[in-house]
Nanobody, 114 residues
C-alpha cells in the first residue's frame, strides 16, 4: 500500500533552516508528481511546493525564493529545503503523492520561534 513518511521537522529560530524528507513506498514513485502541503492552527491547508516526475517545480508565493523542493527517484525520496524561516511558516507539513487519488503522510511539525 502507499506509504509516505515525513521527517525533519522541529523547532528553529527565525532566519534558520530545516530540510524535510519524505520517504515514499508502495507505488512507482518516479512517474508521479509529489508535493508538500502545510496546515497551521486555525488555517486551511495550503500547497507549499510541487514537483513533477520530470523535475518541474512550482511554489506558493509565500515561500518562493526561500524553499526548494527536490526529489531522489533512485531512493524514493522527496525533500523540502526551507531557508530564511519565518514565524508564519509554523505549521504541520505533509508530503503528498498525486496518484489516481491524493495520498498524504502523517505530517511533521515545524515551529519557527525565538
Amino acid at each position: 500500500q502507499v506509504q509516505l513518511v515525513e521527517s525533519g521537522g522541529g523547532l528553529v529560530q527565525p532566519g534558520g533552516s530545516l530540510r524535510l524528507s519524505c520517504a515514499a513506498s508502495g507505488f512507482m514513485f518516479r512517474i508521479y508528481s509529489m508535493g508538500w502541503y502545510r496546515q497551521a492552527p486555525g488555517k486551511q491547508r495550503e500547497l507549499v511546493a510541487r514537483i513533477t516526475s520530470g523535475g518541474s517545480t512550482n511554489y506558493a508565493d509565500s515561500v518562493k525564493g526561500r524553499f526548494t523542493i527536490s526529489r531522489d527517484n533512485a531512493n524514493n525520496l522527496v525533500y523540502l529545503q526551507m531557508n530564511s524561516l519565518k514565524p508564519e511558516d509554523t505549521a504541520i507539513y505533509y508530503c503528498n503523492a498525486y496518484l489516481a487519488m491524493d495520498y498524504r503522510g502523517q505530517g511533521t511539525q515545524v515551529t519557527v520561534s525565538s
